[in-house]
């Protein structure tokens, strides 16, 4: 049995609100996913959250169980019932690819049968308001649950290729500066992102590309869909002109200079999935790359 | 073909600086806390000097871990870093590329897939989860879980904020520093694989304890309602260890050694009672290993496995239980038996 993508739903801030608590954005994604997918809450079985820049980078609990507890999924153990399931949530970070590795996790434990659905959750947002340089990541969230298929339909192949020699294309991390308010320091969050890093990402995502069709005996011409990362800024234009395909490289309108980060996947994908055209294809390519720089690939099949 | 896994080898950084919790005690203006090295049953613990971080421990632990195994850095399939704390370079919080990334490229196991994942104090026993799952479907031969805890920062931070006994802050200071790395291998045995079981986040108890950066100072906080966590660990997770025993077909007497997560000696012994009451029976040894390190969050149940193995405590065919406890609130069993991995530790002298 395979696993099939069963919903997919986006969330954005609201229109003035500039800054977003990213626990609140995703868990808004994955309330609205189960309630269009009309599932119970209490059947997911696996909750996993992949977003990397989070509210006040919190570092424990995990964000996921936040999320889990936001919308009411098995908060606890409830003893007096036969049929309770338990719900086990972590968070991971891939950066770029977290998406897509979260994915080939919750796959397995669908296709394997031991549990009924899984959820993946990612959002970003600027972990403390205006402490950050150079973040040009759109406060975005966005949740998928997987669903067994009952035929060989869904996920049938993941493949994840690194490039360690530009491990130092894109590095944000935080410093601490003593250039705060009123004499007080301050955690500064800073990206540093080479100009060469979205042609690099272009080089690598092509190379791995070209790997994953190799191996998976398809060429290009029976994919039907790519979906790919819409980060770094270029990317996809750039992609696109490498590889073809134009209108169906699914790319997301930008505003300004600010790009969809960890969630960039799934909003491509929201696209598709609300024009019918992602249940119209036969052969679908998941391209997520991120820094490392890693780059894994998914084919979903119809 | 399902595969099962085992732990092939283990390692561990331990940071050179000792503070002893006199030491601590003394570090606070008023002293407000009483019998604290008596109640947690923790003497002192390590932390780290300058130019040691999460990083550092991380990859110190990996190449301990490397040099017990039979495996070449080139040869690990997958590396996950499981830590918390994410600090380089001093007290740097490193967002991006993943830790894991960047621990591959500094021991050379360039072949390596590679993700970070985060789930407070469970963090390495997730990744025997994760490990387990990617081996057991034939994606993966061998798996490094590898994680560094630089959390004593948080101590720190709780000195001077503590003003009471009752204060939430009182937990971080049973903290210290470690690194732990494991290899997680194929094995076509089935009965010395690893059973897995019980992973369970409760979320209603999410708020007991939480951590996160300061806004204006360098290191991070953590708050803990530390009764209330305890209270709700013990009594909820009863039936998810009896869960994980039916699993395995074994009972409670045929756990030789328990490790549970290192928080203080106290709250482990009142566990272990109320185990008693409920299951009617005991297993032959319960782990506490804090006394001069601490509580060192995720890196805890494998740097109690390296000291037992170091100290010839363990035999073949041993079973053993790992029992984690983490904020979330995060319940989960790994029981497995020890293989041949007793022969590569310790000296026989």
Redesign the interface.
Known sequence: MGAQIKMVSVAQPRLGFHHVNSIRLSARAAGQCLDDASIDPCDIGLLINTGIYRYRNTGEPAIAALIQETIGVNRTTAKDTDNHKNTFSFDLNNCGCGLLTAIEIVEGSVRSGEIDYGMVVTGDAEPFYRLSNEFTFNPAAAAIILAGSGNSNGFSMFRTYSYPEYSEELVSSTFYSNEGWRGKGRNMLNVMQKASYPDVCVDCAVKSLFKFLDESGKTLDDIDLIIPSQSPLGFTDKLKKRVGMNGNLIEIKKTGNMVFHTAGPAFALKKVWDDNRFRNSKNVIFLTIGAGINVSLALYQN | MDWKCQIESIGVKIPGTRVTTSELMGKFKTPCIKKFGLLTGISERKICSPGEDSFSLATDAAMNCLSHSKYRADELDMIINCS??KY??G????????FS??I??NIGA?????????????GML?GV??AE??I??G?VKTCMIVSGEYISNLCDHAINNITTSLSSEISSLTLGDCGAAAIIERTADKRKGLIIS??????????L??????????G?K?KTRAKKIHQAAIS?SV??VKEALNKCCLSFNDIKWLIPHQTSRSSIIAGANHYLNCFGEKPGQIVITLKDTGNTASTTHFFALHRYLNERRFSEDDNVMLLCF?????IGVVIFKMNEIVYRYGSTN
Request: charged share 20%; glycine share 6%.
């Open positions: 918390i704390t380089k370079d007290l740097s919080h490193l967002y991006e590329p993943s990334t960047l591959r490229n360039l072949s390596a897939i590679t993700f970070d994942i985060s789930n407070a104090c469970a997730t989860y994760i799952k990617f057991r479907q994606i019980g992973f369970t986040t409760l979320s209603k108890y999410s708020d304890c939480t951590g996160r950066q300061n806004r204006n100072s360098p991070g953590m909820e039936p998810i983490a904020s979330g609130l995060i």
